[in-house]
């Protein structure tokens, strides 16, 4: 990442960069054809991503665990926007059966599925594991979305065909990705209390989310399905994200002020991955201020990616079982 286009905003080869908003990236844009899931989306970047799709006509749906929260953020979309389709199904991604509820209940409506927005998650939580048995973060962060997009894929796939437009999938990474544990992810000891790092951790889980785009991508090529997936770093942005760090986080944002987003801004390159018409047939790329960069090694691991789409559904299987 080019530190003096962060800085500056300068933008980047898509015509955009750290300053670019989400309202910026999308306008013009006419969604009013797509369906869009976004998950996490009753508060930050969610809910601003939420809103700017809204704004574009796009039928959103807010997954949230919290349903007031949720209906409260669609109460605030549709002050701004009257007009705009906005609904909330309760979504816990920290637990497999809430996530095949939530699916369930969304294959009830029969609705069309166009953009599906992985982008909840938690950040730097102490040693905890789900309710299935698996360390909290890579649980919510990663096995919650990968489930929830497994479970959804028909769905995506019988849109695309039927429609002929393009489906996209966008995972919410992180930079922090580069920041994890040895050989990049704990498959013989993801819930070892004593070698747990909250910090490597979610690195841990982030790297999940580009591989989990990058292994879909990989599949969708090989069946020739108007799919695509990527993910992205939305960059810094002071939101409830940090409240498991908020001391720290403030006193980084200190001295470093001129690195940190707004949240319109840490909305944008979302956005722009899930409905801009330049990155039509882009995928399993990654992201970053509106602009593709390259991840780390382990992100571009075919083989880890791979490994990592067996362990999950093996994961999910057994704690199905438990």
């Known amino acids: 990442m080019n530190i003096f286009s962060l800085v500056t905003g300068r933008p980047g080869p898509s015509g955009f960069g750290s300053a670019s908003t989400a309202e910026q990236v999308t306008e013009g844009i006419d969604a009013s054809n797509c369906t869009t899931i976004i998950t996490g989306g009753a508060s930050g970047i969610g809910l601003e991503t939420a809103r700017v799709l809204a704004?574009?006509?796009?039928?959103?749906?807010?997954?949230?665990?919290?349903?007031?929260?949720?209906?409260?953020?669609?109460?605030?979309?549709?002050?701004?926007?009257?007009?705009?389709?906005?609904?909330?199904?309760?979504?816990?991604?920290?637990?497999?059966?809430?996530?095949?509820?939530?699916?369930?209940?969304?294959?009830?409506?029969?609705l069309p599925l166009n953009l599906l927005i992985n982008n909840a998650g938690i950040m730097f939580c102490p040693y905890q594991l789900s309710e299935d048995?698996?360390?909290?973060?890579?649980?919510?962060?990663?096995?919650?979305?990968?489930?929830?997009?497994?479970?959804?894929?028909?769905?995506?796939?019988?849109?695309?065909?039927?429609t002929g437009i393009e489906g996209r999938i966008v995972n919410l990474s992180s930079i922090a990705h580069i920041h994890t544990y040895k050989g990049g992810i704990l498959f013989d000891d993801l819930n070892n209390k004593r070698s747990y790092s909250d910090k490597r951790a979610y690195g841990q889980s982030k790297l999940a989310n580009i591989l989990h785009a990058k292994e879909l991508n990989r599949r969708f090529q090989e069946e020739g399905v108007n799919i695509t997936a990527n993910a992205v770093h939305p960059g810094l942005i002071m939101t409830p994200l940090m409240r498991h760090s908020a001391l720290i986080m403030r006193i980084l944002h200190i001295f470093s002020l001129p690195l940190w987003k707004n949240v319109p801004q840490g909305a944008a390159t979302t956005c722009y991955a899930a409905?801009?018409?330049?990155?039509?047939?882009?995928?399993?790329?990654?992201?970053?201020d509106c602009n593709e960069i390259k991840p780390s090694a382990f992100a571009r691991d075919d083989l880890l990616a791979r490994k990592l789409w067996d362990y999950s559904n093996k994961l999910i299987t057994s704690a199905s079982k438990a």
């Open 133 to 162: 048995g698996i360390e909290i973060q890579f649980a919510t962060n990663h096995i919650g979305h990968f489930l929830l997009t497994n479970l959804l894929l028909e769905k995506m796939k019988e849109t695309a065909r039927t």
């Open 55 to 110: 704004l574009r006509k796009a039928h959103v749906i807010i997954a949230s665990r919290n349903l007031d929260a949720a209906n409260e953020a669609k109460k605030l979309i549709l002050k701004d926007h009257e007009n705009a389709r906005v609904d909330v199904l309760k979504l816990d991604l920290a637990s497999i059966k809430s996530v095949r509820e939530f699916a369930d209940n969304f294959i009830a409506l029969d």
């Open 275 to 288: 409905l801009h018409p330049s990155l039509k047939g882009a995928s399993g790329k990654y992201f970053v």
